[in-house]
């Protein structure tokens, strides 16, 4: 009985270790392109939070964003721009095409155009057609945003 009793207790206690060192699944390149999408939607429509929650916050993140300045690196930084990102939009709506995209074991990219549709702070209407590089790092079984850079020159220059 006493050797049942230590064997049961021995397999539960393996089992157990074993539970917790199991890492979270993988999230799905696919997966998180539609939670990133969805939450520059929000964005656009002021909101934040969502999209800072994608981003890893290491002291190597770079944001180069599509209403110019400087580039941002590291989270302090780009946490603080993309703030004020939300605040230059209202009542934002967005499209995207996918131009390319990579995904490798731990690093991938993706590369889109954008179009932002959008009433500024003073209340005037506008359109923003942006080339967009993302680049993301696998953290911990899930993808994080580690670079973003957009610029707005989409026309053919010759």
């Not at 953290?139 to 707005?152: K, N």
Request: proline share 4%; aromatic share 8%.
């Amino acid at each position: 009985m006493t050797m049942r009793f230590l064997c049961l207790a021995w397999l539960l206690s393996v089992s157990t270790i074993a539970t917790a060192q199991t890492p979270p699944p993988d999230q799905s390149f696919d997966a998180l392109l539609k939670e990133v999408e969805a939450a520059q939607v929000q964005l656009v429509s002021g909101k934040p939070a969502a999209f800072k929650a994608l981003w890893s916050h290491g002291d190597d993140v770079t944001l180069s964003g599509g209403l110019g300045g400087a580039i941002a690196k590291g989270w302090p930084d780009v946490s603080k721009r993309l703030d004020w990102v939300a605040t230059q939009y209202v009542d934002g709506t967005r499209t995207h095409q996918e131009v390319a995209r990579y995904v490798g074991q731990d690093l991938a990219y993706v590369v889109l155009r954008e179009t932002i549709r959008f009433k500024s702070p003073d209340g005037g209407l506008s359109v923003q057609e942006l080339r967009v590089t993302q680049v993301f790092r696998r953290e911990g079984g899930r993808w994080r945003i580690v670079h973003r850079h957009a610029d707005s020159q989409v026309n053919a220059v010759r």
